[in-house]
Nanobody
């Protein structure tokens, strides 16, 4: 079973920074993309950032220039460095991974996996 464990959320003042991490574990044949989504109170979940298997990164316009996504392939971990945080960034942040699970006799198809979510609150 593929599992994602998130950490790093918390309460921070406007202008502050937080670093989120998401570690994948379990039987994984290959990871095709890792990224982050967020969901604010009363709103739908929205895409924030992604990094592909080739190392390409993309960001939502709302966070571009402030957030940086990175990965550690050996540890199957993705990070989200969040700087210049504003109250509008308050949300539950979810890690997202597109991966092929390890299976016998052959790997399974590409599937989407979600972390449990971590709360980020930006308030003075």
């Amino acid at each position: 079973q593929v599992q994602l464990v998130e950490s790093g959320g918390g309460l921070v003042q406007p202008g502050g920074s937080l670093r989120l991490s998401c570690a994948a574990s379990g039987s994984i044949f290959s990871i095709h993309a890792m990224g982050w989504y967020r969901q604010a109170p009363g709103k739908e979940r929205e895409w924030v950032a992604e990094v592909t298997s080739g190392g390409n990164t993309n960001y939502a316009d709302s966070v571009k220039g402030r957030f940086t996504i990175s990965r550690d392939n050996d540890k199957m971990t993705v990070f989200l460095q969040m700087n210049s945080l504003a109250p509008e960034d308050t949300a539950i942040y979810y890690c997202n991974v597109r991966a092929r699970p390890g299976r016998l006799p052959v790997p399974g198809p590409i599937s989407t996996y979600w972390g449990q979510g971590t709360q980020v609150t930006v308030s003075s």
